[in-house]
Nanobody, 125 residues
Framework: QLQLVESGGGLVQPGGSLRLSCVAS????????IGWFRQVPGKEREGVSC????????TYADSVKGRFTISRDNAKSTVYLQMNSLKPEDTAVYYC??????????????????WGQGTQVTVSS
């Protein structure tokens, strides 16, 4: 059974950093791209970043470019999202997800059909 579990969220001050992890089980992570998304209540889920199966290609939303870095360790079945220079507007529940098409790296949430439970990130002083 395919499962994704996010961790690493928490409360951090503006300008601080967090590293989120997405651990996969029940399938071979190395065959799939992975996307990170975020959502705040009342708003549509927003694509943050994605990475192809080999890690050779990555995509970032304009709002996080230069601050967030996505990476993966297929041997550990884990994808990471390093978040630096955090801003209050980064506050959201963060999710990782697997696309329908194995190695499709896209920030459009409609292309993903397996999601983790999410981890809360709160940026506040």
């Amino acid at each position: 059974q395919l499962q994704l579990v996010e961790s690493g969220g928490g409360l951090v001050q503006p300008g601080g950093s967090l590293r989120l992890s997405c651990v996969a089980s029940g399938f071979t992570l190395g065959y799939y791209a992975i996307g990170w998304f975020r959502q705040v209540p009342g708003k549509e889920r927003e694509g943050v970043s994605c990475i192809t199966s080999s890690g050779d290609n990555t995509t970032y939303a304009d709002s996080v470019k230069g601050r967030f870095t996505i990476s993966r360790d297929n041997a550990k079945s884990t994808v990471y999202l390093q978040m630096n220079s955090l801003k209050p507007e980064d506050t959201a529940v963060y999710y990782c997800a697997v696309p329908r098409l194995f190695n499709l790296c896209t920030l459009f949430h409609g292309e993903y059909d397996h999601w983790g439970q999410g981890t809360q990130v709160t940026v506040s002083s």
